[in-house]
């Protein structure tokens, strides 16, 4: 596996080995705590360098998905999230194509919801923190702040979340943007896609919906905003299925 650029629609020999460690944990049935095999085992069974495999774990450590005790070896990760103690959140394969489209149909939901509930129920600081997250989002995205952008948009649907003042919608819309994160990072390398400048006009369509005090407006506008999220997800997973077909390479 080599590292090879993006564009040319080969992935980073570090990406594929994550996906393939998690597909490990899948297929085995491993569960939070159990152990896994060392990085010179996993580097033997997926055929690659034991440096790919180390990068690999580290991107799994920082997604919460694989646990490094020093001295004692790697373990599937204890996660405490509400979606973690279930059993389908340790089923989730941040590059299977129907686990990301269910993922988007619940966030749907979820955000129609939460922005219905705020639109009702948010008060004048919580409409403040909505606006200055939106503001973030775009100030990232004016000045090319890829993180900034990142920062924004995740603080602002979580804002959005605590203005619906329902515990049990936080929390799920939390989870949900989390798993939606592995998959961004290790599906799509952490690109904002092309719909970023459509994103932050929608955010502010939320905001306005909200602040109106206009629950249905509110609600319709957050549906608007995940449909067209997803629609550019397709469109990058399309063109680097397309890219890779075209070179005649299976992307390792």
């Known amino acids: 596996m080599t590292d090879t650029p993006r564009e040319s629609g080969y992935r980073p020999g570090y990406e594929v080995a994550a996906e393939q460690v998690l597909e490990y944990i899948v297929r085995l049935g491993l569960r939070p ?5 060392t990085e010179i085992e996993l580097a033997r069974q997926l055929g690659t360098s034991r440096t790919v495999v180390r990068e690999a774990v580290k991107i799994l450590s920082a997604l919460g998905r694989v646990r490094a005790q020093k001295g004692r070896g790697l373990y599937v990760a204890d996660d405490e999230g509400m979606f973690g ?4 959140a340790s089923f989730f394969l941040p590059t299977d194509l ?3 489209y269910m993922l988007f149909e619940f966030r749907r939901a979820q ?10 129920r948010a008060t004048p600081a919580e409409l403040r923190a909505i606006e200055e997250a939106a503001g973030l989002c775009r100030h990232g995205f004016d000045t090319g702040q890829e993180d900034l952008f990142n920062k924004g948009d995740d603080t602002f649907h979580m804002a959005i979340a605590t203005a619906s003042h329902n515990m049990f919608l936080q929390v799920a819309v939390r989870e949900a943007r989390r798993l939606q994160a592995q998959s961004n990072l290790i599906g799509l390398h952490g690109s904002v896609g092309g719909h970023a400048a459509k994103a932050v006009e929608e955010h502010d369509a939320i905001y306005q919906a909200i602040r109106a005090g206009d629950p249905e407006a ?5 549906a608007t905003h995940i449909d067209n999220t997803l629609d550019d997800y397709r469109r990058e997973i399309q063109q680097r299925l397309f890219s890779s077909s075209d070179l ?5």
């Open 33 to 37: 705590g159990d152990r896994m095999p």
């Open 85 to 88: 103690t279930g059993r389908w």
């Open 98 to 100: 129907d686990h990301v």
């Open 111 to 120: 955000e129609m919801e939460t922005s219905r509930l705020a639109a009702r």
């Open 218 to 222: 509110a609600a319709q506008a957050a």
């Open 248 to 252: 005649g390479t299976d992307g390792t």
